[in-house]
Nanobody, 123 residues
Framework: VQLQASGGGQVQAGGSLRLSCVASGGSLSRSTVGWFRRGPGGTRTFVTSLSWRGEIPRYADSVKGRFTISRNNAENAVYLQMNSLKPEDTAVYYC?????????????????WGQGTLVTVSS
């Protein structure tokens, strides 16, 4: 499976963006999908994930109430709706997937990664 992320861009603080991640070469229907991000000079950190079993999504505390992950198995895609964006949300965002269910939010728990899309939030 290959993942292609898109939707990044520049936005002012308080604005919104919607990231998309489309899979090819395989189905995401039985995979846990997630979003991670890497800020300037930082490491890749967990943002959110959603199991294929439809369990309650997991979110990093820093994005709870502002970001929403969703998936459309018919489109073989995952989305990240980001509202009330803050300058500290500036990062390269990566979508990721792994077959089966997992509650593990570490990068090592995910086997397939997209190429990343840059989100820049200005104050």
């Amino acid at each position: 499976v290959q993942l292609q992320a898109s939707g990044g861009g520049q936005v002012q603080a308080g604005g919104s963006l919607r990231l998309s991640c489309v899979a090819s070469g395989g189905s995401l229907s039985r995979s846990t999908v997630g979003w991670f991000r890497r800020g300037p000079g930082g490491t890749r950190t967990f943002v959110t994930s959603l199991s294929w079993r439809g369990e309650i999504p997991r979110y990093a505390d820093s994005v709870k109430g502002r970001f929403t992950i969703s998936r459309n198995n018919a489109e073989n895609a995952v989305y990240l709706q980001m509202n009330s964006l803050k300058p500290e949300d500036t990062a390269v965002y990566y979508c990721a997937a792994r077959l089966g269910s997992t509650s593990d939010t570490r990068t090592s728990a995910f086997s397939t990664w997209g190429q990343g899309t840059l989100v820049t939030v200005s104050s």
